[in-house]
Each structure stands twice: as structure tokens, then as C-alpha cells.
């Protein structure tokens, strides 16, 4: 009935233009009929109608007492409420400011998060009609992506009944050298559909026009806003100047919208035109995005594309190799993002309801010690509604609070780790405070507040409000209320509970993330620099001035000052080795899968990759000279077990090595010369794979890494080394510098992050759940000051009060403890894949989470015990006697 | 009007209401108003107006209902009636009343 009355006054209030109407209709009616009887007993029209105004009374007033009652009083009631609960919050500002910090920090931290997951993984990529945009791919065998080749592509490339745009892009890096320092930014070459596959507009000027990645059209480029803004500081006049990339100068045609693509790695566009060397059906080189015609599914142009591999059999000889189609927004969020995002989002949600339990026991403890007032208000006449209502009032006034600064602190949080975390996002996801955090964000955040409202308030409320209220004017008295403290309890076991679901978590992260920091490397990591360059065709247009350059300038640099030993590479360990390429032996038709690295004569002493047998490469190795390799151990097993060469040394292999520029690849036959140990090719937690090297000299690449191990701090030997690659080519830029130690962090990133959002989350949950528990038990140790105090006087000692509080902390927290590796058990599949060998299960990780928690709750037991201790039995007893 | 008219009971128009319905049936307020006057036979002072916030809030307990009617002036009014809830709560009222009359009575009688 209450229910009823609450939504009827609460209809009443949007309903009361309609009631004003119907009021004044039944007045009217009633004065009628009264005039019409007053007429009947004689009176006159006039006095008949006297009479009825004057025995009805007040018109206006009575309306008036009447809109009173029907919403004013509701409304007046509600704001009642709001004062008292705004009063009782300012009586108290302690608790106030406990309640409100918590919702705020679990209020904040899921808006955050929930903007993060908008962000990347709900929103629609910010693209028109983003459902159209395709990535398409070689699939070498089905499940399996692979870049496809320049014919292959071009013949896709027809297929203008499935796609309105197709664009091929390949990144490159180009020394800039309009403007003071030369630097190196990096862009892509893209086919001149590209903006009409985003369907983006330039900003000012144009994009690319057809016919402009043709052989022998003017060299053109479009530059990303960020690098207008900081490279021309925004000047209007842009499209007048030229751009040198390369010290080739390009016209700048136009400049794209702020926005996503100041996210990509890419700074500058440029037309991909096909030398005629790259015309081949060999070098599975590009990358593909597309536009889907509109009105064409995915499926549709599955099957479309495998029916054109069908029609191209002729030409592409390998049977399995399919054509793979995928929604591009599929593959901008990789599993271990997905994975990691979504274990956060859920670890902050325990967060908010540990809160929620947290200021659902205050608000109960607080209700405990209101009993009385609640039972006096009840005895005066109060009905359970209108003291539930209020109840709710003063925690609505606490969310709502809590509420606004969640949102404050979730900005904070999001303009804090935005920065930390955006490089692990896709460039799709804009992240910046201001446009993600738009009405859908503040929203979500409505929904919490709303959803810990019902958490925190209704439960307090029915129990304070539900009790027995009569019994309780004479008990409030006493104190003690068993089934509170029971409810109570059992919210504080569940605290404990979920705060070991986090703590287990992280304890397996942590314990994962240092397995993968102890991997050793295979390399010298401390004390070494590296920075990449490209050698720009026009100023290196041969092999031999390529070599000429590498030699020069690991001579120069070698006597660089702090600088102890110098060498090029292509690619860097634990970066990832970029070209793969099978070796094969006569006679066997099997061959083996390696990485292929080319490296100069001093890389292995750099880093300090000792040659195990055989020897490492050396100045003689160069172009025109025998052709060798060095392969590690790894391949050197492979070899053995797979293709039974127990010796690898001076054995030949024929291998595909790639021409200088864009020369493609051709078969070379090597001999193998010397075996080296491993260095970790890939990420720490990738497995070792067999890796084949080559000499640079014999192999030489435009786009190559320095190595540089110094005496000292690296970065300081960093403007010896500018200055030593200055004084060989002028107008080289370096790009990324980092030192290995950066390198190495950077490898583990996707492991780091989710460990140390989730290590945060674990420890502020171990820390509300130990609040809640000091709670818990401050307020025992209060209502039994009675009983404590008989206690001592009957001769019990300070140590038996500490040990009796001591052991309902920890009743408590065993069945926490309990509940919560429950929970954890039940929840190691979602960790399985950001582990790295440590098993979901481990013992010693769920061990070290136990004792934590138990730590962490005896030290909060340990204040109210103390307290309890402190009890002087006359004092208490005469208090309350 | 005449002096020895009274006013209604503080918080007995409620009692008045309901027992008028639970006698007469579904009725209009006009209808409700004139039978309490001509059962008090001109003793109470009513205020004809008074019975509506006191009907709103009667409809409010669910203690009556109300029907869309016609009236004898072929006006559209709302028709009250007791609901089950609203028998019941008559009971309680009458019963309240009695037992404060009686313990009124009692004084009144007492013998110093």
C-alpha cells in the first residue's frame, strides 16, 4: 500500500494540470446542483446562488489546501528530507566525507573505465558507415593473414562490383628537412583511394586525385593536422609550400582533420606508385584496407573474392593460399587488449560494489545507532514509507554527492592515464577528456550513481525502518541489535571476498610479470642505446654507397666519446624480426622457416651474443665475396633434429634474400660459418624461434637500426653520437632513440599495464575491505563496552578482551578468505591468457594473496582491540549500570 | 447561520465520509455533502468545499474509489465509493471513536 501511495503522489504531481480540471468541473457541478435545491426551497436565482457559494466555503482555498495536499506536501516532504539529510551530513562530517570519497573513487574509476571501453571497443569507428570498411588479406592456409603482392592486389583492385575504394599502404620513414633539424617521420604510401576508403575529407586543399599514384606523376603529399600545427605552426598559406622528404620535394595538396589521424603513427601521406621491379605475383608485401560497394555484406564479398581466387588459379600457384575479407574494425583490438580491458572493467566493478558494501555498513551503522530516532519518529505517527523514504533521501544526497565527484575524478583519471595507456590503444579511440566524456559517459556514470543508490540505500533503509521499532525505543537503549550485526557481517565477509577475487589476480600478474622480467634477453640490455634511419634513395641510390655509409659510420662512431663499441642492424632484439624466409638444403624437400636478420661484422660483440661455434661475421664478409650465414641455436636444433645435420658449419643452403631498394627478392646460395647463442628475436614471453644472419654488406637495407653500447648513462653519449652521424651525412635524421632498457619495456607493455590497473584496483579493495571490517568491529567493540567491562571485572585479562575481538576479525576473514579463492578459482579462465608460466592456479600466488588479506585485516582488527583492552570496567559499568 | 451550530470534529470528516458511503452507496460529492448536513439535521456547520481535499485524500489511502458519472444537472462528476480497504478502515475509525468517547464519557461521569 505504501508503494501505492508513493506512485500515486508521484503520478499526482504529473498529473496535476489534469486534476486542477477535473477539480474545477466537480466544483462546478457541485454549485449547480446546490444553486438548483436552493432554487427549490424558494429562494431566488441570485440569493440561490449566494447560498451555494457561502455554504461551500472558500473556492480558492480550498483548491489551494487541496494542490496542497496532492503534490506540494510530496515535494515538501522530499525536500525536508534533503535538508535533514544534508544536515545529518554536515552533524557529522566524518562520515560524510568517508561515504562520499568512497562512491567517489568507485563512481570515478568506472566511468573511466567505462569511457576507455566506449571508447575502444562500443563506439562506432569515426568513419562513415565504418560497417563497409574491410581489411583484406592473403590467407596462406584458412585462419592465417598474410600481405599480398602487387598483382594480386591490382587484380582485387578491379573488382569494382564489391568495392567502391581500395587502397594498398605500406609505412615508410622519410627524413624531413623543410625547417631547421632534420628529423625523421614516419608516413605511409598509400594508393590514391585511401581517403576515399575512410571516407575523410581533406581539411583544407585536397586529398589525393586519381591517376596520382601513376608512374611519372608529380610528387605530392597531404600532411596530418598535428604535423601542420607543429611543423608549419598552422599556417593557412601551406598548400603554397613545398615539403622535402628525402631531399626530394613534394607539393603539399592538403591537410586532414584533427582527429584520428593525429593518432597514427603516420605524419605525412604520399601517393604508392609501382616501380616496374615490384610488378610481380613474389613479394607478398602490401597491405590492404577497402570500402565495401553500399548494399554489399561481408559475406557477399567473401564469397565474391573466393570465387575471383578460383578464376586465378593459373596464376597463383600455391593450392591452399585463400582471400580473406574481415570487418576492419575487428582487427584494430587485438585479444590481449580485449582481454586486458575487459579484466579491468570487471575488477573495477568489484571495486564500486566493495564501496557500495563499505557505505551500505556505514549508512547500516549509522541506522543501528538511529534506532531510537527512528522508533520515536514511528511511535508519532510516521509511516514505514515516509521513514524509508527519508532513509533513502540521506543516501540519495550521499550518492548524489559522490556521483559529482566520481565524475571529477574520473576526468582526472582519464586525463592521467591517457597518456600512459593511448599508445596500447588503437588509433581509432579518441581518449581525450573533453570529447569522450560525452552524454553516453555521463550516463553510465547515472546508472552507477542509480545502481549504488538501490546497493547502499534500500537495504539500510528496510532494515532500520523494518525492525521491530517498538521494541527498539526500549532496547536502542542497550544497544546491541543482533540481526543489524549480523546483515553487517555478512557484508564484510563479502568485502573480504571480493577483495581476494582482485588480490589473487594480481598476485598471478605480478607473479607472471616478473617470471617474464627474469627472461633473459640473450643480449646485453644495460648501457645500450639504439635509434633507427632509412637511407633515402636519392641520397644512397646504390648498394655500394649504402656500405660505404654503414662502415663509415660505425668507424665514426666508435670513437665518439663514451661510446665503447658501434653497429647496424635491421631490426632490434625483442622488437620483433621483420623478414622471414625458408632455407632449404639439396636434396631435401622440406625446408625450414626462419627470421632472417641482416647484420654488420660488430652486432654480436655489441650486445654481447657469444658465437658458440664457427665464427661471426667479419669485415671480409662483403659484397662480391663468398655469401655466408651465422644462424643461432635454435635453427642450428632444428637442423639437426629435423634435417639431421649434427654440424651446420661450412654446410650450404639456398635461401630468397632481398635486392637493395625495391629490388625483390632472388634465391642465394650461402654457407653457414658460425652459430651464435640465442637472442630473444620477439617479445619476452615468445618462444625462440631459429633466426638465419646475413652481413649487412652482402644484404644491405635502407632502413637499418644503430646500436650503440656506451661506458656510461647512454642518453648522455646521445649528442656525441647526433654529432658522429652528423659529420657522415648531414642531413640523416635519427629517429627512436630508446635504450635497450626501453626497448625491453616496451615489449612487455601489454603485460605490465593490465598488471599494475589491476594490482591498483586489488590494493584499494584491500584497503576498503579492511575499512569495512574496522567498522565492523569498532562498532561491536562499542555496543559490548557493557559486557567487556563485566568481563574484566569478573577478572578477564586485556590480552583474552584483544584475543576475543582478534577472533571475530578473523571468523570473519576465513570465510572471507574462503568464499573469495572460490571466487578466484571460478574466475581463473578470464586470466589464462595475459599469464605468462604461471599457471591460473598457482599456489604460492594464491598463498601470498591469503596472507595479505589476512595482514591487512588483522591490522584493521587490531585498533578496535586494542580500544576494547582499554575498557576500565568501573568507569563502564557505572555509565550504563 | 445560527449559533448553535458546530463545527465538524477535528479528524472525524473522514468517519463522517466513509460511513455516509458505507450506508448510501456510490455517490457524487455534492450528494455526499448534503446528506451529512441533513443527517446532522442543521446541528453541524460543514464547509460544502471541505469534503474534497478530505475525498483526494481518502482516494489516496485507496480507502474509496472513483467512478465517472453524470449528474442530476447532466454534468460529467466523479461517483465515490468504499472500497474493501476502505470498509475495513471504517471499522477501525468507528471503533477509535467509540473507545474515545466512552473514555471521554468516563471522565465526564467521574465522581470527585
Known amino acids: 500500500m505504501n508503494l501505492r501511495f508513493a506512485a500515486g503522489r508521484l503520478l499526482a504531481l504529473f498529473r496535476n494540470r489534469r486534476l486542477d480540471g477535473e477539480l474545477e468541473d466537480e466544483i462546478l457541478a457541485h454549485l449547480e446542483m446546490a444553486e438548483l435545491n436552493a432554487i427549490a426551497t424558494g429562494l431566488s436565482p441570485e440569493e440561490a446562488r449566494r447560498e451555494a457559494r457561502s455554504s461551500f466555503g472558500g473556492i480558492e482555498q480550498m483548491k489551494e489546501n487541496h494542490r496542497d495536499h496532492r503534490s506540494v506536501r510530496w515535494a515538501e516532504n522530499l525536500l525536508r528530507d534533503l535538508r535533514y539529510g544534508m544536515a545529518s551530513l554536515a552533524r557529522d562530517p566524518g562520515f560524510g566525507a568517508v561515504t562520499i570519497g568512497l562512491l567517489a573513487l568507485g563512481i570515478g574509476a568506472n566511468t573511466a573505465m567505462f569511457t576507455i571501453v566506449d571508447a575502444v571497443l562500443l563506439r562506432p569507428l569515426p568513419f562513415p558507415e565504418p560497417e563497409r570498411m574491410v581489411r583484406l588479406w592473403e590467407a596462406p592456409t584458412p585462419g592465417h593473414h598474410n600481405n599480398t603482392t602487387t598483382f594480386t592486389f591490382l587484380d582485387w583492385k578491379r573488382q569494382d562490383t564489391i568495392f567502391d575504394a581500395l587502397s594498398a599502404e605500406e609505412p615508410v620513414s622519410a627524413a624531413v628537412t623543410t625547417g631547421a633539424d632534420p628529423v625523421r617521420l614516419s608516413g605511409k604510401l598509400v594508393s590514391a583511394d585511401y581517403f576515399n576508403v575512410f571516407g575523410v575529407k581533406a581539411r583544407i586543399g585536397r586529398t589525393f586525385a586519381l591517376g596520382e599514384d601513376q608512374p611519372g606523376a608529380t610528387p605530392v603529399v597531404v600532411l596530418s593536422y598535428s604535423l601542420w600545427q607543429t611543423r608549419f605552426g598552422g599556417d593557412p598559406g601551406v598548400l603554397k609550400r613545398d615539403f622535402v622528404l628525402d631531399g626530394e620535394s613534394h607539393r603539399i595538396i592538403g591537410v586532414l582533420p584533427a582527429g584520428s589521424f593525429d593518432r597514427d603513427e603516420a605524419r605525412f601521406w604520399k601517393p604508392l606508385i609501382f616501380a616496374s621491379i615490384q610488378l610481380n605475383r613474389n613479394q607478398h608485401w602490401l597491405q590492404v584496407v577497402g570500402r565495401l560497394r553500399s548494399g554489399v555484406s561481408i559475406e557477399q564479398a567473401r564469397a565474391r573474392m573466393s570465387g575471383l581466387r578460383a578464376s586465378l588459379g593459373a596464376v597463383i600457384p600455391q593450392k591452399k593460399l585463400g582471400f580473406a575479407v574481415d570487418p576492419f574494425a575487428q582487427l584494430l583490438v587485438g585479444d590481449t587488449l580485449r582481454r586486458s580491458i575487459y579484466l579491468a572493467f570487471g575488477a573495477v566493478l568489484l571495486v564500486l560494489l566493495i564501496a557500495c558494501a563499505n557505505v551500505a555498513n556505514l549508512v547500516l551503522a549509522k541506522g543501528a545507532t538511529r534506532r531510537k530516532e527512528m522508533a520515536l519518529r514511528a511511535a508519532l505517527g510516521a509511516g514505514r514509507g515516509r521513514l524509508i523514504g527519508q532513509l533513502l533521501t540521506e543516501t540519495l544526497v550521499l550518492c548524489f554527492l559522490g556521483g559529482i565527484a566520481g565524475i571529477a575524478v574520473a576526468y582526472l583519471l582519464l586525463r592521467g592515464a591517457a597518456p600512459l595507456v593511448a599508445a596500447s590503444l588503437p588509433f581509432t579511440a579518441d581518449l581525450s577528456a573533453g570529447s569522450s566524456m560525452d552524454l553516453r559517459v555521463l550516463g553510465f556514470a547515472a546508472l552507477v550513481v542509480m545502481a549504488v543508490l538501490v546497493l547502499t540505500g534500500l537495504l539500510p533503509s528496510l532494515q532500520t525502518s523494518f525492525g521491530k521499532l517498538s521494541s527498539s525505543l526500549n532496547q536502542a537503549a542497550r544497544g546491541s541489535s543482533a540481526s543489524s550485526a549480523a546483515v553487517r557481517r555478512t557484508i564484510v565477509i563479502g568485502e573480504v571476498a571480493a577483495s581476494v577475487v582482485l588480490i589473487c589476480g594480481a598476485a598471478l600478474l605480478f607473479k607472471s610479470l616478473a617470471k617474464l622480467q627474469q627472461v633473459d634477453a640473450g643480449v646485453r ?48 632484439p625483442l622488437q620483433g624480426a621483420r623478414w622471414g624466409e625458408w632455407i632449404s638444403l639439396a636434396g631435401v624437400k622440406e625446408a625450414l622457416l626462419v627470421r632472417v636478420k641482416m647484420v654488420d661484422p660488430w652486432y654480436f660483440a655489441t650486445l654481447q651474443i657469444p658465437v658458440e661455434s664457427g665464427r661471426g661475421f667479419e669485415k671480409r664478409d662483403r659484397a662480391g665475396a663468398p655469401p655466408v650465414m651465422v644462424i643461432n641455436q635454435e635453427a642450428a636444433r632444428f637442423l639437426s633434429s629435423k634435417f639431421d645435420m649434427a654440424n651446420p658449419i661450412l654446410r650450404v643452403v639456398g635461401i630468397h634474400l632481398p635486392g637493395y631498394g625495391p629490388i625483390p627478392e632472388s634465391p642465394v646460395t650461402v654457407q653457414i660459418v658460425g652459430v651464435i647463442r640465442n637472442e630473444r628475436t620477439g617479445g619476452l614471453h615468445a618462444p625462440e624461434e631459429p633466426v638465419a644472419y646475413v652481413p649487412l654488406a652482402q644484404v644491405p637495407r635502407q632502413d637499418v637500426s644503430l646500436v650503440v653500447r656506451t661506458g656510461s648513462e647512454p642518453l648522455a653519449a646521445m649528442s656525441g653520437i647526433r654529432e658522429a652521424v652528423r659529420q657522415i651525412d648531414p642531413h640523416l635524421p635519427l629517429g627512436e632513440v630508446r635504450t635497450m632498457e626501453q626497448v625491453k619495456e616496451r615489449s612487455i607493455l601489454w603485460a605490465k599495464q593490465p598488471t599494475w590497473v589491476i594490482g591498483a584496483f586489488a590494493g584499494v579493495a584491500a584497503l576498503m575491505a579492511a575499512l569495512g571490517l574496522y567498522g565492523v568491529l569498532a562498532h561491536a567493540v562499542t555496543e559490548q563496552r557493557r559486557e567487556i567491562g563485566i568481563r574484566m571485572a569478573l577478572g578477564a585479562r586485556p590480552a583474552d578482551v584483544v584475543s576475543h575481538t582478534l577472533r571475530s576479525a578473523l571468523s570473519l576473514l576465513v570465510v572471507g578468505l574462503a568464499v573469495g579463492l572460490a571466487g578466484a578459482f571460478a574466475l581463473t579462465r578470464v586470466l589464462k591468457g595475459l599469464l605468462f608460466e604461471v599457471s591460473a592456479l598457482d ?39 | 447561520m445560527s449559533e448553535n451550530k458546530t463545527d465538524v470534529p477535528y479528524g472525524t470528516l473522514d468517519l463522517l465520509i466513509l460511513k455516509t458511503l458505507d450506508t448510501m452507496g456510490p455517490m457524487h460529492g455534492y450528494r455526499i455533502a448534503r446528506r451529512i448536513e441533513q443527517v446532522a439535521e442543521n446541528l453541524l456547520r460543514l464547509n460544502q468545499g471541505s469534503i474534497y481535499p478530505a475525498l483526494i485524500r481518502l482516494e489516496e489511502q ?7 458519472g453524470v449528474s442530476e444537472t447532466k454534468r460529467k462528476v466523479k461517483f465515490y465509493s468504499l472500497t474493501r480497504a476502505g470498509a475495513k478502515q471504517l471499522n477501525v475509525e468507528v471503533a477509535n471513536w467509540e473507545r474515545a468517547t466512552a473514555l471521554v464519557a468516563r471522565f465526564l461521569e467521574a465522581e470527585p
Open chain 1, 843 to 881: 599456489p604460492v600466488a594464491l598463498a601470498l594473496a591469503c596472507v595479505l588479506m589476512t595482514l591487512v585485516g588483522i591490522l584493521a582488527a587490531w585498533i578496535p582491540a586494542s580500544r576494547a583492552a582499554r575498557v576500565d570496567p568501573m568507569t563502564v559499568l557505572r555509565d550504563e549500570g
Open chain 1, 525 to 572: 640490455i644495460d648501457h645500450v642505446i639504439t635509434m633507427s634511419t632509412d637511407l633515402p634513395s636519392t641520397a644512397y641510390p646504390t648498394p655500394e654507397s649504402a656500405t660505404t655509409f654503414y662502415e663509415a659510420v660505425v668507424e665514426r662512431l666508435r670513437s665518439a666519446p663514451g661510446v665503447e663499441q658501434a653497429a647496424l642492424s635491421l631490426d632490434l
Open chain 2, 62 to 68: 485507496g480507502w474509496i474509489r472513483t467512478q465517472w
